[in-house]
Each structure stands twice: as C-alpha cells, then as structure tokens.
C-alpha cells in the first residue's frame, strides 16, 4: 500500500519581535509606505476643512508687531510716533494705532486708570479701543491734519505737548495734550511712556460713556 504523500508545509508569517526601549518594549512600528500613505490621506482631509476667509497677507501683518516704546526715543519722538500711528490706523490691519498707543500707555492694567482724564478700568485692550472710537477722541483716527501748539518741559523726566487735529470727518476737530513720562528704575528704566492723553476742552465724557 503507497503511503500518502506527505503534506506541503505553509510558510508561518513571523510577527516582527517588539522594538526594545528603555524601559521595556515597545510594538514594531508599521511600515513607512502604510504611514505615509495614511497621512496623506489625513492632510488631504484636514487641508478641505480649513475655511479660506483670511486675507493673502494675512500672516505677513501678524508677524508685523505694532510699534512700542524703543529706549532711543526721545519724549518728542514718542509722542510723533503716536500721532502717525493713529493716522493710518487701519495700516496694516483694523485699530492698529490703538495697538500702538495701548503699547505706549503706562498705566497699570490692575488699577484704575485716569489716561483719558477721568479714571476708567483700561486693563482689558477692548475698553481701551473703545473709548478711541468715542465721539470726541474717534478725530485722533485717520486724522488729515495735525499742529503742535505747544511743548513744556514740566521737569527733566516729565513732558507736555498739546496738539490741535483736524479729523477726517467734515468741521471735526479737537485738541488733544500728550504728557509723557520717562519710567526711571525696573523693566523700563529710560522708556518715555504716555501717562495720559486727555482733550482740551475740558471732561471730554460728561454725558457718560459705554466702555
């Protein structure tokens, strides 16, 4: 009688031994044509639920950081370098002169302020940017023209300047008096910041003001 004829043998598939580490071991990590091809797939997924709504050059004025206070400026140019700012407020992106003018204030965001006269809470930039939209202070942006009418040394670390603006808005015009101080000692020992900035006519919010 033939004997049966022995049975082929299949292959076994031998699972790839666990990666050591330190510590103890880790599985074997899939291959990088299967990782590859599943973060295509996820990229090309995620790049379809990004909404398109922001502008080319968006990214570009982000990475612009609004001008602040510079340890080579003098109080003269600080208070130049504010005014140009709130002329072309909106350059490169909506408020950006506020931005500017809220890097110059120095006040302290945790007590009341009276950088516009009168003491107002301004530790949240939104209240700050409000109060600039306010009838009487809305000249300062995008003004057509301005003149210095005067300038006083108060003492060696203290400035005034008061400066006539002539708004974009037909027969709007305010003046305004800038003083600034130069901080001696801490962080920003020699920076001219604005201690306040307030109207010359007087309490510019006498009828109140949302903020």
């Not at 997924?45 to 502008?55: E, H, N, R």
């Not at 006269?117 to 003004?143: A, K, N």
């Not at 670390?157 to 801490?186: C, D, L, S």
Request: aromatic letters at 14%.
């Amino acid at each position: 009688m033939a004997s049966p004829a022995p049975a082929t043998a299949k292959p076994i598939a031998l699972r790839r031994p666990p990666v050591p580490v330190r510590g103890g071991f880790c599985p074997a990590r899939p291959s990088m044509a299967a990782a590859a091809g599943r973060f295509r797939v996820s990229a090309s997924a995620s790049a379809s639920d990004v909404p398109d709504f922001l502008s080319s050059d968006w990214l570009e004025t982000r990475k612009k950081k609004p001008l602040g206070p510079r340890l080579n400026f003098n109080a003269e140019e600080a208070v130049e370098y504010q005014l140009e700012a709130l002329k072309y407020n909106d350059k490169p992106r909506p408020d950006y002169g506020v931005e500017v003018m809220y890097r110059f204030a120095g006040f302290d965001p945790f007590e009341r302020s009276t950088y516009f006269g009168r003491q107002f809470d301004l530790g949240q930039f939104e209240r700050f940017r409000r109060i600039f939209h306010h009838s009487t202070y809305r000249v300062l942006l995008g003004h057509k023209e301005r003149e210095i009418l005067s300038r006083l040394w108060v003492e060696e670390n203290r400035f005034k300047q008061r400066v006539w603006v002539r708004g974009a808005r037909p027969e709007e015009e305010e003046i305004f008096q800038f003083t600034m101080v130069q901080r001696v000692g801490g962080s920003w020992d020699g920076y001219w910041l604005t201690e306040s900035l307030t109207n010359d006519d007087g309490d510019a919010f006498s009828g109140g003001v949302a903020y």
